[in-house]
C-alpha cells in the first residue's frame, strides 16, 4: 500500500531502477531530512508568534502555550502510540495497528517504515520527520479557540485528537489507507495537516461559541511585528515541511521547495493588490495571511506540478480566502484566527488545484486536468471531502467528550480578566509595579527596608 | 468648568465612551492606569518566585466640561462602567479655574464646546 | 500654587518642553494619552475587521507652579504646541491647597522652585 | 474630600504602597509618567545620534481621600518615597468638589471608604 | 564568460579536473544549497526585523512592509523575467537575453545556466538561490527611505529596480559580462549586492529628501531587541548567502562558511572598542551594527582568502563605516538606517580589501596584493567605480521615472501621523481603545449591549 | 588518547572498518556540519532573548549584550588561542599546546585536528564548530549576574575564562586528556558547557552578590514571549548542537538528533504537569525552562542512549531543577536567571543518567548501568564533580584576578537607574519625549523651529 506514500512518489519520479533492491542508507539524504525535521519543528514556535501576535495583550501567553504546549504533548503522544497508529505499515485502510507503538521497532537502519521500499535514512529519522508534522497540525486547531478554551480541556483534547482523528487522516492518505488507493495525491499534507486542522478548527469554534466581546468590541492584534516574525519563520520551516516530504535531496526536493518558494510569493502579491483595491492600503497583517494562505495551497502540490503553475496556483489561491476571511469577520463564527479560512479553505483550494495542475512529465507519476486527467480533480475532490467529514465528525464527538470530563470554556469573569492571569498565573509583560513578594520568601521579602514602615 | 476624572475597567472603556458620544461629551482624554481597591489580588508565579499583583488594570477618563455638563457626564460614565462587582472604580470631579484651546485661544466654555 | 495640566500632540512635545525650560519651568510630568475632540477618526483594517480610531495619540503635561507662573507657562505651551490644525489640544489650570518636595520636606513655592 | 497626587521614583513605589496600606489608605490609582526636575540629564547615543535624555521614569499616585486622611497619606508617601537625593519627587493636593464610586452610587467620603 | 561566475572559481578552485565531462547532481550539494537558499531567504525578514527595531513606533509596520513585500513583488518578478536578464547565458556584456524568462529552460537538470561547466545542483534550485539575492538587494535599499516614502511608489520602485539596474549588476559580475571579463572578482556580492544597494538608497535618500523631523528631533529606535534579532537573523541567513555561493558542500563552500563567522567577529570587537573609546560605553545598536558591516566587508572575500586574513578585514571594515556613520548623522543627509555608511561604504571596503588579501594558494584562482598582485586592487577598485556609477545613475533615472507616474513621498501630515497608520491602516501595537466596530458589522457590534446606551 | 573524542565515538559506533586508513572528506557530512555550526551559533542569540525576556525592562539591552558579546570576544579568542589549548592533539592530560595558535595548520584538508582518525570535513570548519560551543558555554555564565556585574569587567571576565577555564574542561573531555583517559563520556557537552557554566555561574553569582533589590521586589520577566522565542532558537540551533556532535550524517547523527527532540519534549511534559499540581496552572516561564533543562540532560547522553531511555532522561530531569529552582528563589543566592538550577544541576542529572542509560547495542562502544555496568555510573559521577571542581575554581580565582584590575558591580545607584541606561548608555524601548539632540549637531537641530522660542 505504500505505493501511493507521498515519498515513494518521490522516488519514483526519479525513474531510479534502484529501488527494485532495497535502497541504502545516504548521507545527503539523511544531512536533508535531519535539517528539514529541525526546520518543521521551529515551525510550531513560528506559530506560536503568528497566532500570538494577532490576538489581545491580555491573552499573548495562553496563545502562545497552545503552540509551545503542542511540542510536548502530542510529541510524547505520537512517539507512544501515535506513530504507530498512523504510519505502521500493517493495520486496516484507516488506522495502523501497535507494531510500532512505543517505538518498537523503530531503529536507526532504514527498515520497519511504511516506505522502506524507498527509505534512504535511519527508520527513527522519519518517525521523527512525521511527529513534527502531527505537532504543528495539533497546534493550528489552538486558533480557532484561544481566548477562551480551559488549558487543562485544551491539553486533553489535543492529546487524544492525536492519535486518533489525525492518526486516522495520515493512515488513510500516507499509511497506504483509504484515499491513497482511491488514487488522491497529497504531497506534503493538504489534506492530512490543513484540511484536517482546518476543519477541527471550524468545529471547535462552533462547539466552544465566542468569545464574550467577539462581535461587540474590536479585538486588535497586540503585536503586528510578532504576526510577521511567525509568517517568517513558518516560511522558512516550510522548506523542510515539503522540500522534505521528498525524503531526499534530490530533484522532486528540489522541486518542491522552489515551488515553496514561488505559490507563496505569488499569493503575496495578489493579497495586496486585493488589498490596496479594497481600501487603498497594503497591510502587514494582510501581507503574513497571504504568505500563510499560499504556503497552504502549494503544500499538497508541491512535488507535482511545475514552477510555471505553482505560481498559478499560488495567485488563485489568494482569492477565496481573502473573501472567506472577510466574510468571517462579519459572521457570527468566533474562528478567532480564521484556521478555517486559511487552512481548510486554501487547504483544499490547494488539494483541488493539485489535481488540475499536475503533469507526468513533472512528477513522473500521474496527471492532472492540465494533461487531460479531468479524473484526477474528483479524485481530489473526493478526498477533501473524506478529510472534510472524517475530521469534522472526529473532532465534534472528542470535544464533547472532553467536556464530559472538564469543562471546556473559561468563565467570561476569567475572559475579562484575561487568560494569561487565569489559565497561567502570568503575563506576557509585567513591570513589577505592585508585585509583593508572597509570605514563602525570605523575611527580608516582607519589609522592604527596617524603616520602611513608618 | 470642572474636570471630570474616572476611573473604571478596561473592558468598559468602549461603552463608556459611546455613553459619552451619546451625551454630546465629544471632548475626553484616557489613560491606562492600575489601581488598587477592594478587589481580591491575583497570585502569580514566574520560576520560584511567587507574587501577589495589589495593582489591577483600569482606564482613566479625564473630561473638561462645562457647569451645566457635569450631572450628564457622570451619570453617563455611571451607567456605561458599571457591573456591579468589586472593582468598578470611581469618579472625581475637580474645580478648574481656567481652560484653554491651545488651536484656537479660546478660553473656558468655548475651550471645550466642540468644534463642527 | 496651581495645576497646569495640558494636552499637546506628541509631535510637539519636545518643541514645548524647550519653550517651558526657556520660560524657566523646569519641573514637570509628562505621559501619554489617548485623547478624542474634533479631529477626524481614521479607520483601521485587521483582516476582516474595519474599526474606526476614535482616540488620537496626545501627550498630557503635568505641572505643579506658583500663581506667578501660570502666565508665562500657559503662553510657552500655547505658542509653542500651535499648529492650528484640529487637534491641538486643551490646557487646564487646577487650583492646589498644597505641595510638598518629597525630598526636602519644603512646602508650596519653596517645592517647585527648582534646585540650582 | 481631596485628590492627593504624587510623583515618585519607580523604585520606591513598592515602598510607598506598602507604607500607604499601612495607613488604612487602600483605594489608589498609579501611571507612569515621564519627569523632568533637577536631575542631572544622562546621555545616549545610537549611532551617531547622541541625545540628552531630559525625562525621568517615574511613578504618579492618584489618591481620593476624605479631608482627615490628607496628613496620614501625605506623611506616609514623604516617609516610604524619601532617599534625600534629587529627583525625589512632589506630592500636590487638590481640592475635589465631589466623589462617586461607580459599583454603589455612593458619593464623597462612603465612597473612598474601602469595603470591608 | 561564465568563467569568471562565483561559482565556477569555487570549483577551479578546487583543482578539479571532473569538469571536463559535464559535472552530475550531487545530492550532498543539493542538500547544501536547498538550506542555504532557505538560509538567504530568511535574511529578509531579518531586516525587516533590523530595520524595524530602528525606527520609531510609529513606522515599525512601513519598515517592516518595505522588506516583506519585497519578497513578493521582487521574488516574481525575478521568476517571470529578472533571472533571465540576469544571468542568461546569452546576451550583452552589459544584459542578458530573454531565453530564460517565464522560467523556460529552468528546469530540474543541471543544465541550461551560466554555470552549467560547474553546476551540480537542478538549474531550478540555481535559480532560486539567486532568486533571495536579488530580493534582499532590494530591500536594503528601503532603509535610506522609510518613514517617508509612499508605499505603492515604492513598490513599483523595487519592481522595476529589481529588472533593470540589479539585472545590469549581476551580469556584469556573474553573467560572465564587463566586469567579470575585466577580472574582477565578487565571491558573493559585495558588488552586486552590497555596493549596489548602498549607493542606490543614497541616492534615493536624496532625490526623496529628509524627513520632516530629521535633524530636529530625535530619531530614535524603538525597540532594539528587534534590531538585534534581526542581526542574529541576517547573521544566520549569512552562512547560506557566502558559504552557499561556492553552490557546492565543499572546501571552498566551508572557507567561505568560516570566513562569515570569523570577520563579522573581529567587526564586532573592534566596533564595541571603538564605541568604548569614545563614549565610554558598548552599544546594543552598534553591536548589531558592527555585525552587519562585517558580513557585508566579508562577502565579496569569502572565498577568496585566508581564515587569518579575514578576521584582519574584518576588523580593519569596522572603520570607514563607523566614522561614515557618526559623519552622516551630523549631516543634512536623510539616508535614515545608513545603507550607505553599513552596505556601501563596507561593500567598497570589501570589494578592495580582496584584491589585496587573496591568494592563489587559498583560492585556487588569483592572487592579490599580499601575493604581490598590486593590480588586482586596481581592477577591483575599477569594478567598484562602475558599481557605483551604474548603480547610481539607474536609481536616479528610475526613481524620476517613478515621480512621473506617482508622488514618491508622503505628505508631512502623513508623517506626522505615522506611515503605518496612514499608508497601511494600521498599528504595530494596539490596546483596542477608542477602537470602534464599523457599520457593515453585525448590528450587535455597534450596540455593545442593549442597555449601553442610557 | 583522541580515542576517547565523542567524534571517534561515533564513528566507532558505525562499526567501520574504513579507519585504517585515513579517512576522505565527504560532501554529505560537511553539508550537515555547516548547517550544524550554523546552529549552534544561532543559540547565543536565542540565549540573548531567552535571557533578556526574563529581566526588568531597564536591563533588557544588558543582558542581551552578555550574550551577543561573546559572540565577538570568545569567537575572536578561541581563532588566537583558545582552539589550540583546548584541542590540540599535543600538550598536557589538562591543556594542550600553541601548535594551532592563530589557526596555524588549521586548514581546508581533514587534517592536523584531534580527531583525524575519522574527520570527514575540512579542520578548519571542525574548529569553527568547536567555537560555537565555546562562546555559548561562557555566554550562559552571564545568567547569573545581569543587571549587576559592569560590562567591561564582564568582556574581560569571560574573554580570558574562554580560553582557561573552558579550554581546560575541553582538552580534559573531547582533547583526550583526563577524564577521557577515565574513561568519562560526554557526547555533546554535558560537562564541558553545562555542568563548566552552571558552576561557574554559581561562582560568579556568590563573588558578585545580589542584587540591591533581590528578595525585596519582585523581579518580574519585562517579555515573556522573549523567553518563548530564545527557548525556541535554543532548541532549534541544539540539534546541531547534539546532531552535529557525530561530526557526520550518519545513524548516530540521526540518534544524537531525535533524543534531542523527544528529551526536552518529556521534561516539557513533566514540568507542565508539576506547575499544574503545585500552583494549578500551567506557566509559560515554566515550559521555556523545562525544553531548556531537558535539552541540558540530554545534551552528554544524547548519541550513546535509545530513543525510549531519552524520554526516560527528559522526563526524570525534570524533578531536581524544578525543585533546585524553587528551593533558590527563596534562598538568598541570586543566581538570577537560574543557569546553576538548569545547566549546572541539569548537566550532572545528565551526565549520571548517561551512565545509566548508555548500551553499547545503541552506540557500539561502551555499556551502562541497564547494560550491567555500575562502574560507568561512578566514572561519570567524578568525571562531573571534577568539572566542579576545577570549574569553581578556575572561575573564582579569575573572578578575583579581574576585581583587582577593575571593579565588577555596578554601585547600586546605576542599579536602580537601569543596567542599559548606566552600561550601554541607551534604553531598549524609547518613545523619543524629551530627548533633545545635543550640540555636536547641525544648528537646525537645537532650535526646532525658527518661531519655537517664544
Ligand atoms: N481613593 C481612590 N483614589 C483613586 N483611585 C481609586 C480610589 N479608590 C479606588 N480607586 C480606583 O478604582 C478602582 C476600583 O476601586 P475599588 O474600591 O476596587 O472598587 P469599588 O469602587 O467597586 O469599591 C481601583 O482599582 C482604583 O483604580
Ligand atoms: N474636554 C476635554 N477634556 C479633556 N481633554 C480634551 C477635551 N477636549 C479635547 N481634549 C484633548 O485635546 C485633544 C484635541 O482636542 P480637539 O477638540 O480634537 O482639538 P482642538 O482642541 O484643536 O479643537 C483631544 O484629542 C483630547 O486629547
Ligand atoms: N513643578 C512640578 N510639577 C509636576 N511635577 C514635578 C514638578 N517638579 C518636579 N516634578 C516631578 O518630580 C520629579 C522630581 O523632581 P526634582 O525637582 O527633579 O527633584 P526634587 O523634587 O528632589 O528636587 C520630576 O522628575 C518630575 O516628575
Request: charged share 15%.
Amino acid at each position: 500500500m505504500a505505493i501511493r506514500s507521498k515519498a515513494l512518489l518521490a522516488a519514483l519520479a526519479l525513474g531510479s531502477l534502484a529501488f527494485a533492491e532495497a535502497p541504502r542508507l545516504s548521507g545527503a539524504d539523511t544531512a536533508w531530512m535531519l535539517i528539514s525535521t529541525a526546520l518543521v519543528l521551529l515551525m510550531t514556535p513560528g506559530l506560536a508568534f503568528f497566532y500570538g501576535g494577532l490576538v489581545r495583550a491580555k491573552s499573548a501567553l495562553n496563545t502562545m502555550m497552545m503552540s509551545f504546549a503542542a511540542l510536548g504533548f502530542v510529541g510524547i503522544t505520537w512517539a507512544l502510540i501515535g506513530y504507530s497508529l498512523a504510519l505502521s505499515p500493517g493495520g486496516s485502510k484507516f488506522i495502523g495497528d501497535l507494531s510500532l507503538a512505543l517505538l518498537h521497532n523503530v531503529g536507526l537502519e532504514n527498515k520497519g517504515s511504511v516506505v522502506d521500499s524507498i527509505l534512504t535514512i535511519p527508520h527513527l529519522l522519519y518517525m521523527a520527520f512525521q511527529m513534527t508534522f502531527c505537532i504543528i497540525t495539533a497546534a493550528l486547531i489552538s486558533g480557532a479557540v484561544i481566548d477562551r478554551m480551559r488549558f487543562p480541556a485544551y491539553l486533553l483534547f489535543i492529546t487524544v485528537w492525536s492519535f486518533t482523528v489525525y492518526a486516522v487522516m495520515a493512515k488513510m492518505v500516507w499509511g497506504g489507507g483509504f484515499l491513497a488507493q482511491l488514487g488522491a495525491w497529497d504531497f506534503a499534507g493538504g489534506t492530512v495537516v490543513h484540511i484536517n486542522a482546518g476543519v477541527a478548527a471550524l468545529v471547535a469554534a462552533l462547539v466552544l461559541g465566542p468569545r464574550k466581546d467577539f462581535g461587540r468590541q474590536a479585538l486588535l492584534p497586540h503585536n503586528v511585528p510578532f504576526a510577521l516574525l511567525g509568517a517568517a519563520l513558518l516560511w522558512f520551516g516550510w522548506f523542510g515541511f515539503n522540500g522534505g516530504s521528498a525524503l531526499a535531496a534530490n530533484s522532486i526536493g528540489s522541486l518542491a521547495f522552489v515551488n515553496t518558494m514561488l505559490a507563496p510569493m505569488a499569493t503575496l502579491v495578489v493579497w495586496a493588490l486585493l488589498d490596496l483595491t479594497r481600501t487603498g492600503k497594503v497591510t502587514a497583517v494582510g501581507a503574513a495571511t497571504g504568505i500563510v494562505v499560499g504556503l497552504v495551497a502549494i503544500t499538497p502540490a508541491a512535488g507535482f506540478i511545475s514552477p510555471g503553475f505553482a505560481i498559478v496556483l499560488g495567485a488563485i489561491a489568494a482569492f477565496p480566502s481573502y473573501f472567506v476571511l472577510l466574510w468571517r469577520a462579519r459572521s457570527k463564527l468566533d474562528d478567532s484566527l480564521d484556521v478555517f479560512a486559511g487552512h481548510g479553505v486554501g487547504g483544499i483550494t490547494g488539494a483541488i488545484l493539485t489535481g488540475v495542475f499536475a503533469q507526468k512529465s513533472v512528477n513522473g507519476v500521474f496527471d492532472g486536468l492540465v494533461a487531460g486527467n479531468l479524473n484526477q480533480v474528483l479524485v481530489q475532490a473526493l478526498a477533501a471531502g473524506t478529510a472534510v467529514l472524517v475530521s469534522g465528525l472526529g473532532t465534534f464527538l472528542l470535544l464533547k467528550l472532553v467536556s464530559l470530563l472538564t469543562p471546556l470554556k473559561a468563565t467570561t469573569k476569567e475572559e475579562a480578566t484575561g487568560m494569561d492571569v487565569t489559565q497561567h498565573g502570568e503575563e506576557a509583560y509585567t513591570s513589577g509595579e505592585g508585585a509583593i513578594l508572597v509570605a514563602d520568601l525570605p523575611q527580608t521579602a516582607l519589609k522592604p527596608k527596617p524603616q520602611a514602615g513608618d | 468648568m470642572k474636570l471630570v476624572v474616572a476611573i473604571v475597567r478596561p473592558e468598559k472603556i468602549n461603552e463608556v465612551l459611546e455613553a459619552l458620544f451619546k451625551a454630546e461629551v465629544r471632548g475626553l482624554s484616557i489613560s491606562r492606569v492600575q489601581g488598587h481597591g477592594g478587589e481580591t489580588d491575583e497570585v502569580q508565579t514566574y520560576r520560584g518566585t511567587t507574587v501577589k499583583m495589589e495593582l489591577h488594570e483600569k482606564v482613566r477618563l479625564e473630561i473638561g466640561v462645562s457647569d451645566s455638563f457635569v450631572g450628564p457626564t457622570v451619570r453617563a460614565i455611571m451607567a456605561a462602567a458599571h457591573t456591579g462587582e468589586v472593582g468598578d472604580g470611581k469618579i472625581f470631579v475637580l474645580p478648574v479655574e481656567k481652560v484653554y484651546r491651545i488651536r484656537t485661544g479660546e478660553e473656558d466654555t468655548a475651550a471645550v464646546t466642540p468644534v463642527l
